[in-house]
């Protein structure tokens, strides 16, 4: 069964920094892409990071570029996300996400929420 | 960017009754090999995000048959046939032709 465990939120301040990780099991992770979804507070779905099977490549959007660093650990099934330079409007809940070969998400994790706030 | 708009923030359905979900794409999402990068997704409460539709129409593993997606170039449709009790969420279509990826707004099933 795939299973995707995020960890690592909490309450941080405006400027600093917090560091997310997504544990995943059941499958073969390194023959994945994965990616990082947010969903601030009664909102709708944000894409926030992929990076390929090898870590070789990654994709942000222009919101998190520069601030955000998406990585991998293949040999302990393990993703992480780095969030510098935080910012209020960074708050949401961050999905660990599969994607599946056909180019969607096919597995979720449940998330780890981030506030960021003074 | 390619900007997907779900126009219906919320739909208000009785069990039994047939539902669809539209969502619309500033360009078309067709790619070269045919397809459309196109899918679809459940959010219901304490549960983790389910994929239902990739490819606009095929349906991911386990989803039940009344849950049809249809469309092309830039008009895509979530129909869902006899909705049940557990099909009240909220739906979110997602692109993924082009960078950034970018998810619909999303449409809220509601009890009438």
């Known amino acids: 069964e795939v299973q995707l465990v995020e960890s690592g939120g909490g309450l941080v301040q405006p400027g600093r920094s917090l560091k997310l990780s997504c544990a995943a099991s059941?499958?073969?992770?390194?023959?994945?892409?994965m990616a990082w979804v947010r969903q601030a507070p009664k909102k709708g779905l944000e894409w926030v990071a992929t990076?390929?099977?090898?870590?070789?490549?990654?994709y942000y959007p222009d919101s998190v570029k520069g601030r955000f660093t998406i990585s991998r650990d293949n040999a302990k099934s393990s993703l992480y996300l780095q969030m510098n330079s935080l910012k209020s409007e960074d708050t949401a809940t961050y999905y660990c996400?599969?994607?599946?070969?056909?180019?969607?998400?096919?597995?979720w994790g449940p998330g780890t929420m981030v506030t960021v706030s003074s | 960017q390619i900007t997907l708009t779900q126009q219906a923030e919320s739909l208000w359905i009785s069990p039994g009754e047939r539902v669809s979900i539209t969502c619309r794409a500033s360009?078309?999402?067709?790619?070269?090999?045919?397809?459309?990068?196109l899918s679809w997704y459940q959010q219901r409460p304490g549960q983790t995000t389910k994929a239902l539709i990739y490819?606009?129409?095929v349906r991911t593993d386990g989803v039940p048959t009344r849950f049809i997606g249809s469309g092309s170039g830039t008009e895509f449709t979530l129909s869902i046939e006899h909705v049940q009790p557990e099909d009240f969420a909220i739906y979110y279509c997602l692109q993924t032709l082009k960078s950034p990826w970018t998810f619909g707004g999303g449409t809220k099933l509601e009890l009438k």
């Open positions: 059941g499958f073969t992770f390194s023959n994945y892409y």
């Open positions: 360009q078309s999402l067709l790619y070269t090999d045919g397809k459309h990068y």
């Open positions: 996400a599969r994607r599946g070969p056909s180019w969607y998400f096919d597995f």
């Open positions: 490819h606009a129409s």
């Open positions: 990076i390929s099977t090898s870590g070789s490549r990654t």
